[in-house]
């Protein structure tokens, strides 16, 4: 029986890819900081263990890593946060809520992947979620692009480091999520794909073969089909 971690799965693309893996018969250990709807959107999911916490509090990181036990096939750091919405320019960024943005969507990663890396398997699948605000210069998305494009070359050197394993940034595209709509306050955002879409090309990570690297999902689940 495979083995995953994945963090913000109380919706969005974490709860999506969660639904997909415990209909496989995986054991999937999940998080989100809202006990209630990760209790709500997981219990009747067969195989899913939820540990509600916040991702940046290493007792609660240790109790995620402690609840999949040994021989962890999957780790998928998807929480993330945006910071202040709507999104500021850079030069009037509140400086401690960019603390916070880098806390989540860059330090919790790291700190996650250090506590699980003794309980992975030899050929484990690591998945960072990144976005397209790492590499294109959107303006107020500096603060949330600019932790996102951290993420990216901290996988890339996790990759080079860990050459067992399998480590993946992953660019999942636009999604009619939460966070999509926080980030677009007050707009339709109906048009975005749900993030269901954006599982199939997971999967070709997770099912597949590919080098360690930086991927868009779309552009996998076109070579899946």
């Known amino acids: 029986m495979s083995i995953?971690?994945?963090?913000?799965?109380?919706?969005?693309?974490?709860?999506?890819?969660t639904r997909t893996l415990?209909?496989?018969g995986w054991t999937v250990v999940v998080d989100a900081r809202g006990a209630e709807a990760l209790e709500a959107a997981t219990r009747d999911l067969p195989g899913v263990v939820a540990v509600a916490g916040d991702i940046t509090d290493p007792h609660h990181r240790a109790a995620l890593v402690a609840a999949a036990g040994d021989g962890i096939d999957l780790l998928v750091n998807n929480a993330s946060a945006l910071g202040p919405s709507p999104q500021p320019a850079l030069a009037d960024y509140p400086l401690d809520a960019?603390?916070?943005v880098l806390d989540v969507n860059l330090l919790a990663p790291l700190a996650l992947l250090q506590e699980a890396l003794p309980r992975?398997?030899?050929?484990?699948v690591v998945v960072d979620v990144s976005s397209d605000a790492a590499v294109e210069a959107y303006p107020g998305w500096g603060g949330y692009g600019a932790s996102k494009a951290a993420l990216d070359h901290l996988t890339a050197v996790l990759a080079v480091e860990h050459p067992s394993l399998?480590?993946?940034a992953v660019d999942p595209g636009d999604m009619r999520t939460?966070?999509?709509?926080?980030?677009?306050?007050?707009?339709?955002?109906?048009?975005?794909p749900p993030p269901e879409d954006s599982v199939p090309g997971l999967l070709e990570l997770v099912d597949g073969?590919?080098?360690?690297?930086r991927y868009r999902v779309h552009e996998l689940a076109e070579a899946r089909r």
């Open 166 to 168: 399998r480590v993946y």
């Open 120 to 124: 992975l398997r030899e050929h484990a």
């Open 4 to 17: 995953a971690i994945i963090t913000g799965a109380s919706r969005g693309l974490g709860l999506a890819l």
């Open 209 to 213: 073969t590919l080098p360690s690297g």
């Open 178 to 192: 939460q966070l999509h709509q926080e980030a677009f306050p007050g707009e339709d955002i109906s048009d975005r």
């Open 22 to 24: 415990a209909a496989r």
């Open 98 to 100: 960019l603390r916070r």
